[in-house]
């Protein structure tokens, strides 16, 4: 049996808190011990379901602002079995529409960015404006009952939020920052917009959606899926908080996990973060319990020479990971210098499969010139490309969970308290689907 050693961690204070994103903890919430039943990962109904009262629901993330920033430029983002184009207007706004054209139903454009002066159906070349209206029908007077009554392409909700493009296929839906709630505010520390985009990955993962969700929701697999992290976080003091559709976990990173005994010496993983803060391991004094709090120091009276202004981030977003989930499939991994953001797609038709995308932001220190946007970079399914050693270790989980949760002997998910947020995630699926 593990013996956990006892570890305090020391955390900023919610109650004299100055600055930075609230460290406070959200009410608890009653969420029962039940198990999760496995058809909410493998059935088709169920998927059916979900695509009918959530994804058809909610705010779903499309594009960064930067991806389009001239009028003409637009991002088609492929969700469900729908597909959207985010264009950026003439006036400088963004308009969202469904990639269809209304003659015979063929797709506008494949999926990724682009730019266009209007957008031209490859078919009969029936013509839309930025806009979505009608610039030309070939032929418009062979058409007796004239050109359709809806007048362009079908229009969505679109918005922008900390330097995102959102859109819904819901007209009812309620406005971006109310669905949002509380997290909007968290996040807004973090300034976003100051960070560059440096990496677009999408890859094709055998399991459902949800599983990947989940393992991006808690800490509780990381002694066994990612070993090398205990020298570098602690995994089990996590301050878990549940809000109305989405939450958080804080885990502080720059210690040892209290999984590890001790460490004779200063563990490779922390002398990197400990660098890149700018301390000297060589020439540090300190132990190595107190390495977090010396670099939240030194990062905090530093901030000037680094280049960068942490004047909105409390003491631990400066080392520790503030990990958010935006129901239904956004996980940001916040951190003061960079942002780690997984968007997790249901397959079109397959519960067992689903799309993967990794966004990369770096923090830039001011006066540096912005870099050249990433391009995308696509992972079929069976690729063997590296994602990198952690997202490896928990891609290399989640295709043998989703053949697992299709065996006959396996009911469903049954969970610990270090997964609470996994339980609160099926909650809110539950209220939507009615089940
Ligand atoms: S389907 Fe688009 S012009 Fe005919
Ligand atoms: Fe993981």
Known sequence: ??????????????????????????????????????????????????????????????????????????????????SVLLVRQHDGGVRAFYNVCMHRGNRLADEGLAHTDEFSCSYHDWRYQLDGRFADIPDLHTFPQGAPPCDGLREIPCDTWASFVWFSLNQEVEPLREYLGEVAEHMEHYHFERMAMTRWVTAEWNCN?????????????????????????????????????????????????????????????????????????????????????????????????????????????????????????????THADDLMLFRNRPHPSDPNRMLFDIWMFELLPQGEPWPELPKHDFRPEGSHRSLGLVIDQDAANLASVQAGMNSAAYPGLWLSDQELRIRHFHKTIGDMVGD
């Not at 999760?36 to 705010?59: G, H, L, N, Q």
């Not at 990173?253 to 060589?282: C, H, Q, T, W, Y």
Request: glycine fraction near 6%.
């Open 1 to 82: 049996m593990e013996i956990i050693r006892k570890q305090v961690i020391q955390r900023v204070d919610p109650e004299s808190q100055e600055r930075g994103t609230t460290a406070g903890q959200a009410p608890a919430q009653e969420l029962g011990t039940q198990l999760i039943p496995k058809e909410r990962y493998t059935s088709d109904a169920f998927m059916r379901r979900e695509w009918e009262e959530i994804w058809t629901k909610v705010w779903l993330l499309g594009c960064r602002e930067d991806q389009i920033p001239q009028p003409g430029d637009f991002m088609c983002t492929n969700i469900g079995t729908e």
């Open 209 to 333: 959606w949800k599983a990947s969700v989940d393992a991006f929701s808690e800490s509780y697999h990381t002694a066994r899926t990612h070993p090398q992290l205990l020298w570098y976080l602690d995994d089990f003091n996590v301050q878990i908080d549940l809000y109305d559709k989405h939450s958080r976990y804080l885990i502080p990173f720059g210690v040892l996990s209290p999984r590890v005994e001790s460490a004779p010496e200063i563990p490779p993983p922390l002398k990197v973060l400990m660098k890149n803060a700018g301390i000297d391991p060589a020439s540090y004094e300190g132990s190595i319990g107190d390495i977090r709090q010396a670099v939240q120091k030194h990062m905090r009276a530093n901030q000037e020479s680094l280049g960068k202004d942490y004047s909105d981030l409390n003491d631990d977003q400066l080392t520790d990971d503030y990990n958010y989930l935006i129901f239904p499939n956004i996980n940001l991994n």
